[in-house]
């Protein structure tokens, strides 16, 4: 029954005295009370009393049957209406209404809360309606309070200072009180209450309030405020007013809550001819400020806020097309450009350029790369239309495209991203008109954000390894011509924002190189100062993030050649300078000597006199250059020190001001060996650098004389020494001679007593503070490089040295062995315990590195034998006392936190002594003359107790410090390993661990895991056979270290490394009591395989990465990083490399060599047909290919060694190999491998035919093989004086094949035939049988020769001539390892992981003593010229050729967007069923798809996906959070936020149905049955519920009588059922179909 009715009947029945109409109302309200449900009325009750005080007074609904009899109540009565009114509203709703949530606790909405809202906001507005404005007032007060409460959270209006703002919310919910004011908006504006109050606060809300308020505020409050069409209220907000507040907001406001307010009133906003009123001029067409709105929503990171601003777009589109009037945004100035205007002349012009636009925008939302890939052309045309003047305007602005280039850059797919990249780099950008200084932020922020990604630098496939990235080529042209055609003006301001964006964000090492390789390219120009320098140098900090060595120094190479290119010189001073480059490396980028060091000196000299003078600076004489004054006057203000020391007197001074003041001198003295000046410098450098250094040699000589000279000076002096002579040794020869370092040299032997005495007496007396200890390391550093340059210019000159060692190490050895009479050791006692023991540690260094100086003959290191193995082991040094009030610090002042790091370097000292001692008396014992009487010591006699203390002392110091612990294990575990097998096994897995923890610290990783290694793979552990502990621990250890050298490369390369170099060791040669070092090679084989076999399948990044390390390596002096880096041979590929140059030393005549050889031979041959017989996928490039290929390679190395014997035991394995089906990179190293040894050994010939009659199932894939080895017959027989049998037996054998059905067998045949022939002419055979065949070969011959002009026979024939390995390739010739490692792979299709240059060869070559028995290099130059030919199909370039340029012939996938019926969501978290209200779709279908029996989310979620696009009106599920699993996401594609989806449980489906039944909807089920009606008959009626049955069972037969029809689809097959989503689908498109029928539509 009709709700009003039902409402008007009450009224009537309850209609008496006047009075009585209140009190009715009054028992109405508590009819409502009584039906609460938990203190919650029921909401159709509400809804009833609402429909009553509607009836009431005046306010009545128009029409009312009742209406006159309500108007004549007296006045009585209508005094009291209000009161109860009143009671109703204040008194209950209100109330209730603060209480209530519309989310629940998980976020959700809660359904009837939310209708109860609705129903109570409703009455709220019948009664203010019917009662006095008072009560309006009341009502909507609260909720205004409220809503100013919650935007002044918000941070964004400051509070009024009232008392009411400081009060708690009045509602609960703050959504529950916009629903009010929602219904009191129309009324407030009808009668002019607080409206602008209203419209202020609704504003404030949209742009900073919470998003489901911002979104009511959009879709309820605002257009309640807006004039209707025909309302009578004169005075309410227009939408200019509107737009002029939404205008002011700060740019720094988010555009996506502009676009939900514009989106939210697009008939207010764009109007149509048919919308415009006559008072109505405002257009937000005309403004400029919508149309940056536009554009930047069109790029924002949300979807909705695209999808937003992209209808804007179409809307307006759309109305400018259909009023074709002149419209243009306005322009506030001069500067301000047109990015919108419309012509009725244009009008179809304008409308394709802008549909292809929208068109490129909406693909771009795509994520696939073959529908993004056909639009890219299209932006060339919309590119020309924007230099199309039409009365000074350009038919399409440029920033559009910037908003879809940005938009490309931002896509989830990286491929799109470089294909729109490398489109926007050959655009050409400076022959369009765009905006330079919106140019150049896109430039500075889109375009590098994209340049960021890694993987776009990767290799085309058309380029060789080694070659220049397309990407960074494109990048180099880009910077240099941008530079070159920008504004003057702009330049510079470009320039300086471009490197503020790099040093803004975080870089990885590829992206950041070959960015710096391209701003080194731009031309010179002096463009930025000191904030330039400011900005490359926090760039350069964030190279220094890279764990790529080699990487990082070319980058901060690169850098530095900008800094010097675009410098403008006369803004930025020497210091400034100086200070640049302290932030660049020396050991990784600017060391001396270097092409970029003598760069760097050119410009210095060249720009001498133009840098800016210092602050405060004299005058330069003219005679001196400006870089020797600023020299001079550095070193002095550094040597200059404080009279009084003060309390930082005990600090060690900073190191960064010693490196810079050191780099600066020697750049100085540099500049001056090469451009020598006149005046005081006519002595050339010499005297220059003397000059410079005279401060330092002057304090240098006072350091023992004067002894009142401050501390800080000395060590200032000792830092600055010990950086000049660090910095001065070059890896490159500057000159024949090295005027400068013999100059620092002079310098250092003028004072080196001086060095000496000083250093001694801090070193045995004054060092006893806990920071004391980094000048103890300054000491012995600064001596280090000492003794290195007495060992230069002549130990004769530096007999010093032997004193001063034995006196430091007496008074070292004299501290350490002092009794201590106290139980625990003071604070100054034990820091001079930890230098002494620092001091002989370095004692044993010297000793070690300089032999020649023989200083353990000296008695001082005689006694520190002893002295150290006679000493405990392992001595901690106890923590000293601190008392708490000092808060943890020490008698010094420093704290104690750091002890423990101090004592394990105690440790450590001594075990590198140990190690020393330990090492001298082994060298020692290898020869009995020199055996001494140390070696009767009982610790020596006992090594097993040593190796008990290293297993204590790896337990004790952290694992970055058991290097020197290891060391001593080297020595001690091959003397233990028989007697004391067990603790030798424990020392092992104790060091594995050590090294196992280091696995993140490169820098101390590599040397720990190098000197493990040479402890496990000793030589006398490597010689042990048999199943012993030891021996299965170090088969252990191999498993473990190839385990690890999977994910981490460098591993086993230094595995390979130290068993090659020990078993090849020539130590032994005079050392006839020792066995030879290569008899252990045999029991290693299997790991020596694995060796010629390594080579993992590397990732993506690393192979990226390795192959910018070769395009570095190859640059060679034009990089400075390659002479300033060490090579580390940490490339996977040479692992391979080491193995096969090992192979490639031995020699045949050696037993153990020829032995070794047979055994890996045969251990190939094996897992050749180990993978023969294998399982697993055997594809181009596939793990298996790899394998078989470098089983191959490494056979063909070995051939020359075998003797025909042991070649006579494989012969029959390498021809079943041929005979086996093979990739083409393996079937030509095979076929390669067969004609040697038939070349070889000519015994094997006769075997060789057997190879054509085997087994007929393998024909088809060998006898190709086979047939290629008789192309090269002259080849085989070249040796062979007699050929007439070998040539007769090869035509009879080749004959048949020629006429095969195969016409690959038939093609391989023909061509055998045409050499042998030709062969046999050469040889001038005869015979009988000859003179037969002759005419049958020669008529086959010719003919095949006719087809190469015609079909595709023709064509394969002349391919195959042309083919490498039967034209140009010579396998005699040809045999080197440079056309087995990279010329082979690089011609069959192998990828480029495979492929090893020659150079990498050679320079592991060098590091043998004899040369190699294979050439590295292949002496002919034909092949190495040789292309790739038709066999194998590649890709060129990047993929932009295969798009067609033709715009008007380029079809592209569009995907359907009705957006004249849809307008975007604007609630953010509204239920989906007030989403598609909103939208409009809900009035367009009365179809419901019900499938609460469905289980799987993917068919829920393609259910989903079909519903929304046939437009059914809901879909029903059994649990609506379905919507949130990731497989049903990835089947709906957002569906479910354009659908309604309605949660109804199995249990309630019958109820459910039986509701849609009274509705009048037609329940019909997907079901085969007895009554079923055909799809394709049945015609369905508008209303329609569509029940779909489960996965396995269908629908239930309790449910089934509930259905009025079913229907199946008519099937042609055997299988019985569809997919449900499918079956689901097919009904859905049918009913779609009828109904678009039905109004006349064609579907």
């Not at 180099?476 to 003006?489: I, L, P, R, S």
């Not at 079909?1351 to 001539?1361: M, P, T």
Request: hydrophobic share 40%; glycine share 4%.
């Amino acid at each position: 029954m009709n709700p009003l009715l039902v409402a008007d009947l009450l009224l009537r029945l309850g209609h008496g005295p006047r009075s009585a109409t209140t009190s009715f109302l009054r028992e109405l309200c508590c009819w409502c009370r009584e039906a609460e449900d938990q203190g919650l009325p029921d909401a159709d009750r509400v809804e009833m009393l609402r429909l009553l005080v509607e009836k009431l007074g005046p306010g009545g609904h128009p029409g009312d049957p009742g209406g006159g009899e309500c108007r004549s109540r007296g006045p009585a009565a209508e005094q009291d209406l209000p009161s109860s009114l009143r009671d109703v509203a204040v008194g209950w709703c209100l109330p209730l209404l603060r209480g209530l949530r519309l989310e629940g606790p998980g976020g959700q909405f809660q359904e009837p809360s939310r209708r109860l809202v609705h129903s109570l906001c409703a009455l709220l507005h019948a009664c203010c309606r019917q009662a006095p404005p008072a009560l309006l007032q009341d009502v909507a007060g609260s909720s205004l309070r409220d809503l100013r409460g919650h935007t002044e959270e918000r941070g964004r209006v400051g509070p009024t200072g009232g008392k009411e703002e400081s009060q708690s919310p009045e509602y609960l919910d703050i959504r529950v009180a916009i629903e009010v004011l929602v219904k009191t908006a129309p009324l407030l504006l009808e009668r002019g209450i607080g409206t602008e109050e209203l419209l202020s606060l609704t504003l404030t809300a949209v742009k900073v309030g919470e998003d489901s308020v911002a979104s009511r505020m959009v879709t309820g409050v605002i257009p309640a405020l807006l004039p209707n069409p025909g309302s009578s209220v004169q005075k309410c907000p227009t939408v200019q007013d509107i737009w002029d507040r939404v205008k002011r907001w700060e740019k720094t406001t988010s555009v996506s809550r502009v676009l939900l307010l514009l989106s939210s009133l697009p008939h207010h906003l764009l109007l149509c001819t048919g919308d415009r009123s006559p008072h109505q001029t405002f257009d937000l067409r005309t403004c400029p400020q919508f149309w940056e709105v536009v554009q930047r929503g069109l790029v924002q990171p949300d979807n909705t806020s695209r999808k937003r601003a992209m209808y804007l777009l179409k809307r307006a589109v759309d109305v400018s097309n259909t009023l074709k009037s002149e419209i243009c945004s306005e322009c506030q100035a001069e500067s301000d450009v047109c990015l919108f205007w419309w012509s009725g002349e244009k009008s179809k012009q304008l409308v394709q350029l802008w549909e292809n636009y929208i068109l490129i925008m909406e693909t771009l939302e795509e994520n696939q790369v073959h529908v993004i890939r056909p639009i890219l052309p299209r932006l060339k045309s919309l590119m020309d239309a924007t230099v199309c003047i039409d009365r000074g305007r350009a038919l399409f602005h440029t920033s559009w495209l910037l908003c879809a280039y940005k938009r490309m850059f931002e896509s989830e797919n990286k491929t799109a991203m470089k294909e729109g990249l490398f489109q926007f780099l050959d655009l050409g950008v400076m022959k369009y008109p765009f905006r330079t200084q919106e140019l150049c932020e896109f430039i500075c922020g889109p375009v590098m954000d994209a340049l960021s990604e890694s993987t776009f630098y990767s290799r085309s496939p058309d380029q060789i390894i080694g070659s220049c990235p397309f990407l960074a080529v494109k990048l180099q042209t880009f910077f240099v011509d941008f530079v070159e055609n920008v504004a003057e003006e702009f330049k510079g301001d470009f320039l300086m924002k471009l490197i503020k964006s790099m040093a803004a964000k975080h870089w990885c090492a590829i992206p950041i190189l070959f960015i710096s390789q391209a701003l080194m390219h731009i031309p010179s120009r002096r463009t930025w100062g000191v904030e330039g320098l400011h900005a490359l140098r926090e760039v350069i900090c964030c190279t220094m993030t890279n764990h790529q060595v080699l990487l990082r120094g070319a980058a901060q190479c690169y850098l530095l050649q900008t800094a010097m290119h675009l410098t403008n010189v006369e803004n930025v001073t020497l210091s400034d300078i100086s200070n640049f480059l302290a932030s660049i490396r020396t050991e990784e980028a600017l060391s001396r000597g270097t092409k970029l060091w003598m760069e760097l000196c050119g410009w210095l000299h060249s720009n001498d006199r133009n840098f800016r003078p210092e602050e405060g600076a004299a005058e330069i004489p003219l005679k001196r250059s400006a870089l020797s004054v600023y020299i001079q006057n550095l070193v002095e203000q550094y040597m200059k020190v404080p009279a009084t020391e003060g309390e930082n007197a005990s600090y060690m001074p900073d190191w960064f001001e010693a490196q810079l003041v050191a780099r600066m001198i020697l750049l100085a003295a540099d500049v001056e060996e090469q451009f020598s000046t006149e005046g005081i410098f006519d002595g050339g450098d010499q005297k220059a650098l003397a000059c410079f250094l005279h401060p330092l040699t002057d304090a240098l000589w006072k350091l023992n004389t004067h002894a009142y000279l401050p501390v800080l000076k000395a060590d200032k002096s000792l830092q600055l020494l010990l950086k000049l002579l660090e910095m001065s040794h070059t890896k490159q020869q500057i000159t024949p001679e090295d005027r400068v370092l013999n100059v620092l040299r002079e310098c250092v032997m003028s004072s080196v007593e001086q060095v000496l005495e000083y250093t001694l007496r801090r070193l045995t007396s004054e060092l006893q503070a806990v920071l004391d200890l980094d000048r103890c390391r300054l000491y012995l550093a600064v001596m280090s490089e000492v003794v290195k340059t007495l060992s230069t210019v002549g130990w004769t000159r530096g007999s010093c040295i032997w004193s001063y060692i034995s006196s430091l190490t007496q008074v070292s050895i004299q501290y350490l062995q002092a009794p201590n009479d106290n139980e625990v050791l003071k604070l100054g006692q034990q820091i001079q315990m930890v230098v002494a023991r620092a001091s002989l540690a370095w004692v044993c260094k010297i000793t070690t590195q300089y032999p020649e100086v023989q200083l353990d003959s000296l008695e001082a290191v005689k006694t520190l034998v002893k002295s150290v193995l006679i000493g405990p082991f392992n001595q901690n040094l106890e923590k000293p006392f601190c008392n708490k009030q000092d808060n943890g610090l020490l008698a010094d002042g420093s704290s104690a936190q750091g002890w423990g790091k101090i004592s394990t370097q105690y440790v450590h000292d001594q075990w590198a002594c140990i190690y020393f001692i330990w090492n001298k008396f082994e060298q020692s014992s290898e020869s009995v003359a020199d055996k001494s009487c140390e070696l009767s010591l009982p610790v020596v006699e006992n090594p097993a107790l040593i190796l008990h203390a290293c297993i204590e002392a790896v337990n004790i110091v952290p694992s970055d410090q058991v290097l020197p612990i290891l060391q001593c294990m080297k020595i001690l575990i091959p003397k233990l390993y028989r007697s004391e097998e067990s603790l030798c096994v424990k020392s092992l897995d104790l060091a594995w661990k050590a090294v196992l923890d280091l696995n993140s610290n490169q820098l101390h990783f590599w040397p720990t895991l190098n000197a493990y290694i040479q402890i496990a793979f000793h030589q006398q552990l490597l010689s042990i056979t048999g199943e012993c502990g030891i021996g299965i621990k170090v088969k252990e250890i191999t498993n473990k270290l190839l385990e690890i050298s999977q994910t981490k490369t460098g591993v086993f390369n230094m595995l390979i490394t130290h068993c090659c170099q020990t078993w090849l060791s020539t130590a032994s040669t005079t050392k006839d009591f020792l066995p030879d070092p290569f008899a252990s090679a045999e029991n290693h084989v299997d790991l020596f395989v694995e060796a010629c076999l390594f080579g993992p399948v590397f990732r993506k990044d690393q192979r990226l990465i390795q192959d910018v390390q070769i395009h570095i390596e190859l640059l060679g002096d034009e990089c400075a990083a390659n002479g300033s880096t060490e090579y580390e041979n940490r490339d996977d590929q040479s692992v391979r490399i080491w193995a096969i140059n090992f192979l490639c030393q031995l020699n045949g005549s050696n037993s153990l060599h020829k032995k070794f050889m047979e055994n890996v031979v045969s251990k190939l041959l094996e897992k050749d047909e180990e993978l023969r017989n294998t399982k697993g996928r055997y594809y181009v490039n596939s793990m298996l290919h790899r394998l078989k290929n470098r089983i191959w390679q490494t056979l063909l190395i070995l051939l020359p060694q075998m003797d025909q014997v042991f070649l006579s035991s494989i012969i029959e394995t390498v021809y079943r190999s041929g005979s086996s089906d093979n990739q083409a990179s393996v079937k030509y190293l095979i076929e390669w491998f067969i004609i040697l040894i038939l070349q070889k050994c000519p015994e094997f010939i006769d075997s060789f035919w057997r190879c054509f009659s085997y087994n007929p199932e393998n024909t088809k894939t060998s006898i190709c093989t086979f047939l290629a080895v008789l192309v090269h017959i002259n080849v085989i027989l070249k040796n062979i004086l007699k050929k007439d049998q070998y040539l007769k037996k090869a035509l009879s054998v080749i004959l048949p094949w020629c006429l095969t059905h195969n016409f690959s067998v038939r093609l391989y045949a023909l061509l055998a035939l045409q050499q042998v022939w030709e062969a046999c002419l050469l040889s001038k055979l005869e015979g009988e049988e000859l003179h037969f065949l002759a005419p049958i070969i020669e008529s086959c011959l010719e003919q095949v020769g006719h087809k190469q002009i015609t079909g595709n026979a023709g064509k394969n024939w002349q391919r195959i001539q042309d083919h490498f390995f039967f034209g140009k390739f010579q396998p005699l010739e040809d045999y080197s390892l440079e056309t087995i490692f990279y010329i082979f792979p690089s011609l069959s299709d192998v990828i480029e992981d495979e492929w090893i240059p020659a150079w990498k060869f050679n320079r592991v070559m060098d590091l043998f003593s004899s040369s190699s028995s294979v050439n590295v290099f292949n002496p002919r130059s034909q092949i190495c010229d040789v292309k790739l030919t038709d066999w194998i199909q590649r890709d060129k370039g990047y993929g932009l050729a295969e798009v067609n340029q033709d715009t008007e012939w380029t079809d592209v996938q569009k995907k359907i967007m009705p957006w004249k019926n849809n307008i975007p969501d604007q609630d953010l978290e509204l239920i989906y069923q007030e989403r598609t209200t909103k939208s409009g779709k809900s009035s367009n279908s009365s179809l419901i798809i019900v499938a609460s029996l469905i289980d799987k989310p993917t068919n829920l979620g393609g259910l989903c996906r079909t519903s929304e696009i046939f437009g059914a009106s809901a879909l029903v599920v059994n649990n609506v959070h379905c919507v949130n699993d990731k497989q049903f996401q990835a089947l709906s594609v957002s569906a479910e936020q354009w659908l309604p989806v309605i949660e109804v449980r199995p249990a309630q489906l019958v109820e459910y149905l039986q509701q849609k039944k009274t509705e009048g909807h037609t329940i019909i089920g997907v079901e085969q049955t007895a009554n079923s009606h055909n799809l394709a008959q049945y015609s369905f009626p508008e209303k329609t519920l569509l029940l779909l049955g489960n996965e396995r069972e269908g629908i239930p037969a309790n449910l089934i009588q509930h259905l009025d029809v079913c229907v199946e689809i008519p099937q042609c097959g055997i299988i019985r059922s569809l997919n449900v989503h499918v079956s689901g689908a097919l009904l859905m498109w049918e009913y779609t179909r009828q109904q678009m029928m039905k109004q006349g539509v064609r579907p």
